[in-house]
T-cell receptor, first 114, second 113 residues
Framework: AQSVTQPDIHITVSEGASLELRCNYSYGATPYLFWYVQSPGQGLQLLLKYFSGDTLVQGIKGFEAEFKRSQSSFNLRKPSVHWSDAAEYFCAVGADFGNEKLTFGTGTRLTIIP | ETGVTQSPTHLIKTRGQQVTLRCSSQSGHNTVSWYQQALGQGPQFIFQYYREEENGRGNFPPRFSGLQFPNYSSELNVNALELDDSALYLC????????????FGSGTRLTVV
């Protein structure tokens, strides 16, 4: 069974600083990997996804993530954060296209300070 | 195109009662998945419906059940509510086989007292 670990429960970053959110996954084959963002009281919005090919994936809102098979990681990065990036971020892994079930990590809450 | 609509947005139930949550899928989508998100946790897969049949289930007891209708909308029913059922319930619609193209609704916040 697949699993996802997000080691950082809460991260605080100054506006304009760079950001990296960590994600480690466990799955026997090539996983499908996702990053979602959730604002308070809202559903989940997809930032980016990795299925195959180029291991550096570009997403919306200036985010990118890099798939590293050797480290079982899929870390999310942004070169310069904005106050509007404050939210909860979830990494998720999907096993196959059969029932397209996602397994989520416990999330990282991002706080932006001026 | 319309997004995913969930109703109600909030509700409070008493332990032992039954509850029905509703989800209208996005236009063009034929699959609905339900997730439970407890406070401070990531969403957990409850089950998925495709062509009005259950197409995969997570580690949830049988008192969690669902339906999908011909218009692809869906219901989640929970019987014999327990305090631990308090959570945000998220519905996501997608088109099966198109690579996890989920669109999530804003969720229903259920509080069991």
């Amino acid at each position: 069974a697949q699993s996802v670990t997000q080691p950082d429960i809460h991260i605080t970053v100054s506006e304009g600083a760079s950001l990296e959110l960590r994600c480690n996954y466990s799955y026997g084959a090539t996983p499908y990997l996702f990053w979602y963002v959730q604002s308070p009281g809202q559903g989940l919005q997809l930032l980016l996804k990795y299925f195959s090919g180029d291991t550096l994936v570009q997403g919306i809102k200036g985010f990118e993530a890099e798939f590293k098979r050797s480290q079982s990681s899929f870390n999310l990065r942004k070169p310069s954060v904005h106050w509007s990036d404050a939210a909860e971020y979830f990494c998720a892994v999907g096993a196959d296209f059969g029932n397209e079930k996602l397994t989520f990590g416990t999330g990282t809450r991002l706080t932006i300070i001026p | 195109e319309t997004g995913v609509t969930q109703s109600p947005t909030h509700l409070i139930k008493t332990r032992g009662q039954q509850v029905t949550l509703r989800c209208s899928s996005q236009s063009g989508h034929n699959t609905v998945s339900w997730y439970q998100q407890a406070l401070g946790q990531g969403p957990q897969f409850i089950f998925q419906y495709y062509r009005e049949e259950e197409n995969g289930r997570g580690n949830f007891p049988p008192r969690f059940s669902g339906l999908q209708f011909p218009n692809y909308s869906s219901e989640l029913n929970v019987n014999a509510l327990e305090l631990d059922d308090s959570a945000l319930y998220l519905c996501a619609s997608s088109s099966k086989g198109r690579g996890y193209g989920y669109t999530f609704g804003s969720g229903t916040r259920l509080t069991v007292v």
